[in-house]
């Protein structure tokens, strides 16, 4: 239950909202938020990966998510796996 809390909370915000707190992240990320981080946490606030994706795409240059995505290169595999279906 306590794993679904920030969902439940995030499925109640606007897009608006919801962009404007993962254009936050973005900014934490480029100050050195690991790049799986940036990406589970965009997905949880955007609702899916597929939303988070587009927002990532929008607010994230070609070259920056081309560094995150290789930035995860020496994570485990899943996390690998997660960091390239959100930016690539």
């Given at each position: 239950?306590?794993?679904n809390?920030?969902?439940?909370?995030?499925?109640?915000?606007?897009?608006?909202?919801?962009?404007?707190?993962?254009?936050?992240?973005?900014?934490?990320?480029?100050?050195?938020?690991?790049?799986?981080?940036?990406?589970?946490?965009?997905?949880?606030?955007?609702?899916?990966?597929?939303?988070?994706?587009?927002?990532?795409?929008t607010?994230?240059?070609?070259?920056?998510?081309?560094?995150?995505?290789?930035?995860?290169?020496?994570?485990?595999?899943?996390?690998?796996?997660?960091?390239?279906?959100?930016?690539?």
């Amino acid at each position: 239950m306590l794993n679904n809390i920030g969902t439940e909370v995030y499925a109640t915000w606007s897009e608006e909202q919801k962009r404007s707190e993962i254009q936050k992240l973005v900014q934490t990320y480029r100050s050195g938020l690991p790049a799986s981080i940036l990406c589970m946490t965009a997905e949880a606030i955007a609702g899916s990966r597929g939303d988070a994706k587009r927002h990532l795409a929008t607010l994230m240059n070609l070259a920056d998510r081309l560094e995150a995505i290789s930035s995860a290169e020496q994570e485990k595999k899943e996390i690998r796996r997660l960091v390239r279906a959100v930016l690539n």
